[in-house]
């Protein structure tokens, strides 16, 4: 009878264990969930290295960015290093980014694809807000080939936060 009682014992233990991982791995999710205001607005700021999130014109984080690896200046083309200036918007999330998490931005806009043909360069694309890499691990600032980069445990909140068609202004 002890014998019963110490395995059936042991078993329980086992389970409860096993559901007590299983919790605790979704408590660490990468997906969270964010109950504030809407944000209906986003702001770059390049030269300060800073993203800003507002709720009309209340602002409700501010977060420190890394750029594009040569980040001074608008995006001309594909390539350059450069994280673009001037109107865009969210325009799709990618769970399964290799830098964590990203939000897409609406790069190239007419204007871009305009001034990217002139220098008879493609514009290129793919340009988003992402979590981070081995190079950012590094310690190297302003290493991404045109994105806005900040840490992995930051992204997720923006991910949370922001919605597909959220307006973003990048500015020099």
Partial sequence: ??????????FASAIVSACTKEISSTSESKFKTYLGPEVTYIIVNKSERRMFFFHNYTMLKKYKIDLGFSPVGDKYYEGDGKTPEGNYFINRKNPYSKF?????????????????????????????????????KLGRNDW????????????????SMVKNGTPIKINP
């Fill in 1 to 10: 009878m002890k014998r019963r009682v110490l395995i059936l014992s042991g």
């Fill in 100 to 136: 964590h998490l990203s939000i897409g931005i609406s790069y190239p806009n007419e204007r871009d694809r305009a001034e990217a043909a002139t220098l008879g360069k493609p514009p290129g694309g793919d340009i988003f807000i992402h979590g981070e890499s081995d190079r950012r």
């Fill in 144 to 159: 991404t080939w045109g994105c806005i980069s900040v840490p992995n445990r930051e992204i997720e909140e923006i991910y």
